[in-house]
């Protein structure tokens, strides 16, 4: 099943980090009729996001003559800012990284253009703080595979200027994208605060020998994470027995919840010893066909999920 593609539109976007997460942001920006130039140094690897590419557009039903509209540059000295509307920074989680993109951007991007970084801990007003135009500068945080989930985030830093948000926030509701604003900018935005505060429970679980990995997977997977694709956890409990069934549980249970300020041992254990998840075969094991087929299997559903959120999401 295809996820929608929004009516064709006209405008230039600059994505600057052609991983994962530029790659699926280039997608839905081609599927939507806006033509993409993405900076990526490694020019080794230009092959193999633009097959990344061809199977995300393929997802979402575009054309795959889309990809033409793609034009990869080495540096942004190559770039042609002239009618771009929007620049995305979508390099690696480290900050002085991002400062640096941001310092180049700082004078090459042409004035009133918005620029965003892609961080999901890193705050705007720490990477932006040294720019001369920092008032235009955002947080626009995606969740990959980025061309399949359609929340972004929309984070106002302490020095943007809301217009900024607002001419972000369109853009993206322009392209398909549920926009999620986010007034403060504080470590973990909104979205990664609440999936954090689960993360953490869930490993003081396994860690405690309350459940296994698999069992926390199957707790949240078809019970209430079920139920938070019809409705989000406020509006979940006003329709199940109301608030006040809420709060005479939460006063039994919040007692007992971790409260832990540092990730837990177990965690810590498992990435020290690379036992990481897909991309290194363990943690459980994951063999090569294995976890492709996992991969295939869960982006199918996420892409069924999103259609099923298109036809039937929102309240009339």
Request: glycine share 8%.
């Amino acid at each position: 099943m295809n996820a929608p593609v929004v009516s064709p539109a006209t405008g230039r976007a600059v994505i600057v980090g052609f991983g994962l997460t530029g790659r699926d942001i280039a997608a839905f920006f081609l599927a939507g009729g806006w033509r993409v130039t993405a900076v990526e140094p490694e020019q080794s690897v230009w092959q193999t996001a633009r097959a990344r590419l061809d199977g995300s557009l393929a997802q979402l039903g575009a054309s795959p003559e889309r990809v033409a509209q793609l034009t990869l540059v080495a540096t942004l000295a190559e770039v042609d800012f002239a009618g771009v509307e929007i620049v995305i920074e979508a390099v690696p989680e480290r900050l002085l990284l991002k400062q640096a993109v941001f310092a180049e951007l700082d004078g090459l991007v042409l004035e009133g253009v918005a620029v965003a970084t892609n961080a999901s801990g890193l705050r705007v007003t720490d990477i932006a703080k040294d720019c001369k135009t920092r008032q235009r500068m955002a947080n626009l945080h995606f969740f990959l595979p980025a061309h399949l989930v359609p929340g972004v985030e929309v984070v106002r830093g302490e020095y943007t200027d809301p217009e900024i948000c607002d001419r972000v926030a369109e853009i993206m509701a322009g392209l398909g994208r549920k926009v999620i604003r986010v007034s403060r900018d504080v470590p973990g935005f909104l979205a990664n605060r609440i999936q954090h505060a689960l993360m953490r429970e869930a490993f003081a679980a396994i860690e405690e020998g309350l459940a296994t990995a698999d069992d926390v997977d199957t707790a949240v997977r078809y019970t209430f994470g079920l139920r938070y694709i019809a409705a989000g956890p406020i509006l979940q409990k006003e329709m199940s027995g109301g608030l006040e069934k809420q709060l005479a549980v939460a006063r039994t249970i919040y007692p007992f919840l971790s409260n832990k300020a540092e990730p837990s041992a177990t965690l810590t254990k498992l990435v020290a010893e690379n036992r990481v998840g897909l991309k290194s075969g363990r943690f459980r094991e994951w063999p090569p066909e294995k976890a492709a087929r996992e991969q295939a299997r869960y982006e199918r559903v996420l892409l069924e999920a999103a259609r099923l959120l298109q036809d039937k999401g929102d309240a009339d």
